[in-house]
């Protein structure tokens, strides 16, 4: 099991990946804060600590997104 932009870095790699099914048509991942942090964008996040799943290219996105 993959996300798409897992699969999308294996191939950029070389590996000879193919994705054979999806359950999802769009990714259900969230960053979810208590109300009393008042976090409005991505920009108000950068500087805390973020906890994540190892290994996820899309922080590595959000970080560029900067």
């Avoid at 932009?5 to 994705?19: E, F, M, T, Y």
């Avoid at 996040?45 to 560029?64: A, H, S």
């Amino acid at each position: 099991m993959a996300h798409a932009d897992q699969i999308l870095l294996a191939r950029k790699q070389g590996i000879p990946i193919v994705s054979v099914a999806t359950t999802f048509q769009i990714s259900p991942q969230a960053l979810m804060f208590r109300k009393e942090e008042a976090i409005k964008t991505f920009a108000d996040v950068f500087g805390r600590t973020v906890y994540i799943q190892q290994g996820q290219p899309y922080w590595d996105f959000l970080k560029r997104k900067k």
